[in-house]
Structure formats: structure tokens, C-alpha cells
């Protein structure tokens, strides 16, 4: 554990542990991926989430938006600054930045699905606006886990054709 956190530090790319939905009878009929394209592949460095592109084709006039969010679930404690230092009040905040873009087919009933990246927040952004109830309370974050949701949805659709979560 110590050792993949150092290495997220550093800035290396880690294949999150994601589940991939892909459901074509959510898209027109007859979409299908590109010659040589597939399904999104969604790695997390830091605190930034980057998907890749792909193309379907088959999808005739239907456009289609892409979105990608990425959650920060920030926990910690309020220390009273007393010779204790005791804890006084537990918290967590979820933060959410969302990445959106609409997708036009083009006249050959294919679609191109441009790479997206969205930046979570950090523990040092989230302490720079965090405040304990007290003033005099000192903020403790013991941990902030990152989440993310990836969909592709085609126009008409209820529910996406592809769904990343990790």
C-alpha cells in the first residue's frame, strides 16, 4: 500500500480497478466499435482521471454525450488544539467535478469519442477552503478517496451504452 501511494505521488499512471459496462441496445441499432477501437480504458494519476477516446459506428444521425466525474471523499477529524489535542468532531465531504461534452455524428453514422480527463481535489485543495466548526479547531484529513463514473449516452436513450466506474 505504502509503496503504490508512493508511486501515485510520483505522478505514475495506475490502472484503477474499474468495472466496464457496455451496452450496444442502448445506442441506435447496428452501433458497433470502430475496426480497432473498443471500450474506453480509464487510469487514475493522482488525482486525475484519464479515459481514452474510441469511435462507434453504425450510429446513423444519433449524437451522443459523453461525461466523466470523478468524486473526492475527503475524511477527517477537528483537533482541539488543547494539551490533549483532542478530537471533537469527525468529517467527511464529497466533492464532485464533472466533465462534459456533446458529441455530433458524423455524415457516415460514425462517432468519435475524444479522450476525456477531470481533476479531483486534492487534500491540500480541500484543506485551503475547509473550515471546523470552531476557528480554533485545526482540521486533520486521514484520508480521500477517489472515485470516478464514465458514460456515454446516445440522444433518445435513458441509460448509457458504456458505463466506467472505478
Same mark, same amino acid.
Not at 500500500?1 to 445506442?27: H, K, P, W
Not at 477537528?78 to 455524428?105: A, I, Q, R, Y
Not at 480527463?117 to 477552503?129: H, I, K, M, R, Y
Given at each position: ?23 450496444? @441496445? $442502448?445506442?441506435?441499432?447496428?452501433? *458497433? +466499435? ?15 482521471? @484519464? ?9 446513423? @444521425? ?16 477537528? *483537533? $482541539?488544539?488543547?494539551? @490533549? ?44 477552503? +475547509?473550515?471546523?466548526?470552531?476557528? $480554533? ?6 484520508? $480521500? ?22
Amino acid at each position: 500500500m505504502i509503496l503504490a501511494l508512493a508511486l501515485l505521488s510520483l505522478g505514475f499512471a495506475t490502472t484503477v480497478q474499474a468495472a466496464t459496462l457496455v451496452d450496444l @441496445n $442502448n445506442a441506435p441499432q447496428g452501433a *458497433h +466499435f470502430a475496426r480497432g477501437a473498443g471500450a474506453p480504458v480509464c487510469t487514475v494519476t493522482g488525482t486525475t482521471v @484519464n479515459c481514452t477516446g474510441t469511435a462507434i459506428e453504425g450510429v446513423g @444521425n444519433t449524437n451522443a454525450t459523453v461525461e466523466l466525474a470523478v468524486t473526492s471523499t475527503v475524511s477527517g477529524v477537528c *483537533h $482541539n488544539p488543547g494539551t @490533549n489535542s483532542k478530537v471533537v468532531e469527525p468529517f467527511s465531504k464529497s466533492v464532485t467535478t464533472t466533465t462534459s461534452s456533446e458529441l455530433t455524428s458524423t455524415r457516415n453514422g460514425r462517432l468519435v469519442v475524444p479522450a476525456q480527463t477531470t481533476v479531483g481535489t486534492s487534500t491540500a485543495d480541500f484543506l485551503a477552503t +475547509f473550515k471546523c466548526p470552531n476557528p $480554533n479547531w485545526r482540521p486533520e484529513v486521514t484520508s $480521500n478517496v477517489l472515485s470516478f463514473e464514465y458514460t456515454l449516452t446516445f440522444a433518445g436513450f435513458t441509460a448509457p451504452a458504456i458505463r466506467i466506474t472505478g
